[in-house]
């Protein structure tokens, strides 16, 4: 396929793996790659065992599903099961647990839930069934947010009344601030997310590498665009050179899609807001502005929200600030698998104990 | 209801259970065997080892890209006995129809059960029929039981080694795709076909040309991943399979990619994957590829002896990785 | 994070596009790329195209690790 297969070559990759342990000198680097994207390619391609031993890659937050508290899927499921509500998601939020249940076994139990590819999906079943309150779950990172701004300009200029949104998307720097500020995890340098990177641009990257010393590299996602941003980050960590460079340069600017962040700035705007397993972060999640309240689920639907339960034993949060490895987690294997996954970190594609158990095994 | 659709009455014994079977099956599987229609088909085989299997069909939906549940039903369960090294003879085929399908699709599905097995010779000896209220079932659920005779085959009884060698017949993944697409959940446009197809010619070929096949799977649910898997499962050797090395086809690997599906572990319903002793197979592949179907044969990898239990994938940019069993379901990625 | 594969726009009707790979077509939304052309690649996510593939770039990235790849060949071979 073009502009992906010439992006895996055997010989290219070995020569970038040869070139990445003849640059890394010292003893101990420690990388985190933020995407789950990134964490399932890295595994596919096997990229670990072609670095050298002095090079740790550790997996971050970078999977929406993983990140989204247990509250947001309760709140949802209790949607699902009012009168005349139909919730709307993408396919990975089906089966993660909430605090009794997942959105999957609601709809077996007679809640109303429909997978969709895209929230454009989600705005035509609100004009295909006007008798529905159609819910989509706005859930992921810059990539998706854009465009659940995108629908939800259609569904004011068609005067769709039906159609709300649930905002849970979240922003990637404030928790990468917050992962470079908890000093156990101790990082030396960032994979930076290819997508997310291609909406916001580079710029809001800049205050880790000024304030914290902690060099960025945006890198794409096949095989050698990893292994060449892990060079180029290494070469930054071997100098003492804290920058942000982008790897990605044929998708991703260094301004970004100021088409996608106009309509970011338009229908959002930050605040404070919970991560799983990494508690509260400042200004990094969103909520609709003023004037757009009327889309925004949780007003204008109220519904009774089941008290918040964690499943005691669950590692996620350690496991998504790259503490822990998924095999660390006691329940990792034995009580959480993807067919019984306990966390979200099992269930979602992206998820790190996801990718763990389907590429390395109990 | 009209005259036109399957009636409860059609399943309770009497007078049109007898008209259906009479206008529509017997006449479509005519053979001395069936036409008694009696409690029972008597028949004759002529080795003492025999292969016998059974398998239902629920796919959905039951008309999908150049394919059908009847022509699904026949070659699944031949593939099941072909894999075993045994030559397909007789089948057997329950029906269970929901009230109100339409009689003309019944038709055309036993029509493509009747070319199906034609094109195997395997005649089909015996069958039932039930009809469940509207809600009860989808459309039509079919069951195929299979007798085959097994080949005198002594390399198949050998022990597998460090060394053996893996081939695939063809390109995998199509099967699982087509279904998929054809579902119409997708906003995708996949021009991929089911492979639905017998593999019995495969096995005969190589049987005649007396290659040493050891291990022979048709990978079905789960694809090549999960019948690999099942190869390795508790013994005391691994197996090691090259990414570069297996077949997929451009729109299969693109749907795929969109999709975040991986084709090792998607349904196949016209492949074989089978291990022969080191050394074979080159000859096991040009034999494979004389024939229509296993023209695009390649070989993918070997027995190993060490991860025990376990399968390995050296990827395309030389790293490896472990192939699991298929876990959970999969869902298409979006984020 | 986010699944994104480049597709090849085929046909434009004002904010949608039909985009291809291999044979595999999906109609998106181009409100994120609207000077994109047809010819041009984009990249596909959740039903909208978020930004195009620019081809100079891609052969410069290309020509990038060929250029360390050889240098790398430089950095093994023996010295005479």
Redesign the interface.
Known sequence: ????E??????????????IK?TAHKDKITLMEV????TMAI????????LPENIRLISGP????CVTPNQYLDRAISLSFQKDVLVST???M??VPGSSMSLESARAKGGKVK?V?????ALKLARENPGLKVVFLA???E??S??IC?TL?QAEKQKVKNFWVLVGHKLIPPAMEALVKDKRIGIDGFIC????S??IGLAPYQFLARDYGIPCLVAGFE???I??GI?MLVEMIERGEAKVKN?Y????SENG?K??QR?LEKFFEPVDSEWRGLGIIPRSGYQLRQGFEHREAEKMIPVEVEETREHKACRCGEVLQGLIEPKDCPLYGKVC???S?VGPCM?S??GSC?AY?????I | MNKNQILLAHGDGGRLSRNLIEEIFAKAFANPELSPLADSALLSLSKKKIAFTTDSYTVKPIFFPESDIGRLAVYGTVNDLAVMGARPIYLSCGFILEEGLEIEVLKRIVDSMKSASELVGVKLVTGDTKVVEKGSADKIFINTSGIGELLEWRSMKKPLKPGDEILVSGTIGEHGIAVLSARGELELKIPVQSDCAPVWELVSMLYQEKVEVKWMRDPTRGGVATCLNELVLGQKFGVMIAESKIPVLDSVDSACEILGLDPLYLANEGKMVCVVKKGEAERAREIMRKSQIGKNAVIIGEVISEPAGKVLVSTKIGGTRILGMLAGAPLPRIC | MCLAVPMRVEEINGFRAKVDSAGVSVEVDISMTPEVKVGEYVIVHAGFAIETLKPEEAEETLRLFREIAELAEGETDEVP
């Open positions: 396929m073009k502009f992906l010439e992006f895996r070559d055997l010989d290219l990759a070995k020569k970038l793996a040869h070139k003849e995407c789950g994207t990134h595994h596919k391609f096997g990229i670990r065992g072609l970078g999977c929406p599903v993408f396919g990975d089906l089966r997978m590819y895209s929230p454009l999906d859930v992921g990172f990539t998706t854009p465009g995108v300009e997310p290819a997508h997310v291609t909406i095989p050698l665009d292994l060449q060079l790897q340069q044929r998708v991703a899609n088409n996608a309509l698998t993807p067919e996954p269930v594609s992206e996801s158990y389907k590429y390395v095994g």
